[in-house]
């Protein structure tokens, strides 16, 4: 049973930073390709970033780039999402998502087989 678990959640004030986490068990994790999304009250869930299985490839959001950072380790089985420069519209409930296939829809959220059950991180003003 493939299970995903998200951490590093929390509040924290604009221009701060946090890192996510996200460990992965009962599947080889060097074959799957992570993203992580966001989904805020009302809205739907978007495209964050992803990372390919062996990190080489990295695509994010245009509203996160040059702020956010998408990192594994795949001998710890853990994804990890940097997050710097933080702003109040990056209020969201944080999913982590892995991926079988390679998709060049990569921030469709259909194209994900696995889902985290997703960690708060609120920005205040």
């Known amino acids: 049973q493939v299970q995903l678990v998200e951490s590093g959640g929390g509040l924290v004030q604009a221009g701060g930073s946090l890192t996510l986490s996200c460990a992965a068990s009962?599947?080889?994790?060097?074959?799957?390709?992570m993203g992580w999304f966001r989904q805020a009250p009302g809205k739907e869930r978007e495209f964050v970033a992803l990372?390919?299985?062996?990190?080489?490839?990295?695509y994010y959001a245009d509203s996160v780039k040059g702020r956010f950072t998408i990192s594994r380790d795949n001998a710890k089985n853990t994804v990890y999402l940097q997050m710097n420069s933080l702003k109040p519209e990056d209020t969201s409930v944080y999913y982590c998502?892995?991926?079988?296939?390679?998709?060049?829809?990569?921030?469709?959220?259909?194209?994900?087989?696995?889902w985290g059950q997703g960690t708060q991180v609120t920005v205040s003003s």
């Open positions: 990372i390919g299985w062996n990190g080489g490839s990295r």
């Open positions: 009962g599947i080889t994790f060097g074959r799957l390709r």
């Open positions: 998502a892995a991926g079988l296939q390679v998709y060049s829809d990569y921030n469709d959220a259909r194209r994900y087989d696995f």
